[in-house]
């Protein structure tokens, strides 16, 4: 039997080199891959399912390559506070009382939200993971999963089972959801994790060829103590315990020096950019303009919904590319196709998932942006728009590895009144127990 097709038809395609050119884009749906760019609009003129693209933008479905995504039931439960004092005072201990049930509402909100703003793969950092994969299963999206491990303020057995868990969690999930998930070992940060039980996750990690990830020189409280106690900057500490490998990928990278930068783009670990979160914890801008040019890989991710405060990745786009500016104190830096590549392409090799890409034999993961807006009025240049005007409101049909999500607003796979109304009453209970 031929293979199922979806035809996405009558709109204008982002190619990889960031051109945009008029064709209709035809999928293999049993293969989930993009089967032809067809520009002279012949390719299949009876295709088994097919999307509207007229007015509409074909882009890579953008990869949110840092989250913690059950975190959309904290959104807006402690606000404007540096980060260590935010984890301290309010987040860990609501934490503590998050069950399973919770971590499943919190990322079926997240992945709702993410499959409406165009977002088809995302990075998650989290615990009770088993139901993240759920969520990731159902709602057919894709995520590099893991569970955060954290060993200051444990004892001994309960920091190595911390670990333990991770490493576990890494090797029991990989491949799941018909290969839509993958893992890495996540030691939550090189302050939060001790060295033995960093170089415990590392070597389980390179024994399995699964990647590490974790935050890194996201504050410079972060930085002065590993300075201090060791005489090394962290991301050579991270060389060390062997957590920086082309594999790996680290969060935030906003306060690190030139070595650093070398140290990036010698091994070839992947950094993921969080403008928002770093603005909203102040906790500094990071030089993304400067990794870009040491050829480091660099993604975009949202971080957890408590401090963006949601996981529209258009908004990473746009606070990428007027951050990187300034930090650069130049208008040139980190032009709109530079954002657009970190959301994209970027993302999906800094997490070595398929997808990124709207070229034949890639992934069929896309987003059609739906250019028939005032805001989006008139069309000069669609890269300036993805970057600086568009937003996930935009985003029309979302697809992933050949399947529709989302048809015309409207999210297949999840009920969306279910997953909110589930969402609310969850934070609410969570709320009156932490009180
Ligand atoms: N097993 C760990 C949980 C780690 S999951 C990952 C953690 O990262 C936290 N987190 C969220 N955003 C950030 C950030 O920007 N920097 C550092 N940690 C963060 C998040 O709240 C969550 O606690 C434990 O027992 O505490
Ligand atoms: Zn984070």
Known sequence: MASETLLVAGGRVLRPDMRVTEADVLVDRDAGRIKAIDADRSADRDPDVRLDATDGLVVPGLVNAHTHVAMTL????????????????????????????????????????????????????????????????????????????????????????????????????????????????????????????????????????????????????????????????????????????????????????????DKLSESGAAVVHCPASNMKLASGIAPVQRLLDAGVTVALGTDGAASNNDLDLFGELRDAAMVGKLAADDAAAVPAAAAVRMATQGGADALSLPGGRVEVGAAADLAIVDLDAPHLTPQHDLVSHLAYAARGSDVRHTVCDGRVLMRDREVLTLDAERVVGMARERAADLASRTA
Not at 106 to 117: T, Y
Not at 194 to 220: C, K, M, Q, W, Y
């Open 74 to 261: 904290l959104r807006g439960y402690a606000d404007d506070k540096p980060l260590d004092a935010w984890l301290r005072e309010d987040i860990w201990p609501a934490e503590a009382a998050l069950t399973p049930a919770d971590v499943r509402a919190g990322a079926e909100l997240g992945i709702l939200e993410m499959i409406r703003s165009g977002t088809t793969a995302f990075a998650d950092m989290y615990f009770h993971v088993p139901e993240v994969v759920a969520a990731v299963e159902k709602a057919g999206v894709r995520a590099r999963v893991g569970h955060g491990a954290v060993t200051v303020g444990k004892d001994d057995p309960d920091a190595r089972d911390d670990v333990e868990e991770s490493i576990a969690v890494a090797r029991e999930y990989d491949g799941a959801a018909d290969g839509r998930v993958r893992t890495a070992v996540m030691p939550h940060s090189l302050t939060t994790v001790s060295e033995p039980l960093l170089r415990e996750a590392a070597a389980a990690a390179r024994d399995e060829g699964i990647p590490v990830h974790f935050h890194a020189n996201e504050t410079e409280d972060e930085v002065e103590p590993i300075v201090a106690e060791r005489s090394t900057r962290p991301l050579s500490y991270a060389d060390d315990v062997g957590i920086l490998s082309a594999r790996d990928f680290l969060a935030h990278a906003v306060h690190v020096d030139d070595s650093e930068i």
